[in-house]
């Protein structure tokens, strides 16, 4: 089941900001997922510039197909190659399993559109499927910690929070261990979503807690966990190709 409905004050000055990062509006859904559609012609093929293209079927010539792309060229290939496209309704869908059809061409192009929209979150199945932005996002706010804190995945859109929140639960519910496993090559944000984890555990840990008179002067339990980051890291950092500043602690 797809997290298509989302629990948000919609009206709250302070959400408006993140919102457009982890909601797709209504009116461009609906345009969306209103296209026209063939599902007999309309299919993917191989691109050597964009990995795959959105293209039609034209006509059948035995293990051979003739596609018409949108750009208008005719491209003659073997049939095996064409992989099938899925119906608008799924455009920028936030689960990918729930995909009619699971094919490497679908996969990227739902990644591609959301990320051009810059949804970064995408579910799929039980994973969360992460696309740096390379820039920095407002939906990390206490807000948005407590617009995720308590909520079920499919309560709430794509979100590192909601993952967290899930295995946060199951640690009070069943009192076991929980892991939580971030992934990707250098430079795809793994220190950085950790880091993430780590903040939102602090917050949740510290919502509802007295604050006592002078806590203004101190730094709160977030600040402090957060601030150990850095010292850390200095012990597995090194440069590679695509990042000066990789984290390498998995060869230490």
């Not at 461009?28 to 093929?45: M, T, V």
């Not at 869908?93 to 094919?103: I, P």
Request: aromatic share 8%.
């Amino acid at each position: 089941m797809s997290a298509e409905a989302m629990c948000y004050d919609a009206n709250d000055p302070e959400l408006k900001d993140a919102l457009r990062y982890l909601v797709l509006p209504t009116e461009e859904k609906l345009k969306l997922r209103s296209q026209p559609f063939d599902a007999k012609k309309a299919c993917w093929i191989p691109d050597p510039k964009e990995s795959f293209v959105a293209g039609d079927i034209v006509e059948t010539k035995g293990d051979q197909v003739v596609v018409k792309t949108a750009k208008g060229e005719n491209v003659t290939l073997k049939a095996d190659l064409v992989q099938q496209m899925n119906p608008p309704k799924y455009c920028c869908y936030d689960d990918m399993a729930d995909l009619t059809y699971l094919n490497d061409a679908s996969v990227l192009a739902n990644l591609r559109d959301r990320y051009s929209r810059w949804l970064i979150y995408t579910y799929s199945g039980l994973f969360c499927v992460v696309i740096n932005p390379y820039k920095r996002l407002p939906i990390y706010t206490m807000k948005v910690v407590l617009m995720y804190r308590g909520k079920k995945r499919t309560e709430v859109t794509p979100h590192l929070y909601a993952i967290s929140d899930n295995a946060y639960s199951n640690m009070l519910r069943d009192r076991e261990n929980q892991s939580m496993l971030i992934t990707g090559e250098s430079g795809a944000g793994k220190t950085e979503n950790t880091k993430k984890v780590i903040q939102y555990f602090a917050l949740v840990a510290a919502v509802g807690t007295k604050k006592e008179e002078g806590a203004a002067k101190t730094m709160t339990l977030e600040d402090q966990i957060v601030s150990c980051n850095p010292v850390l890291e200095a012990y597995g950092n090194a440069k590679t190709t695509r990042n000066n500043n990789s984290s390498r602690f998995v060869s230490v």
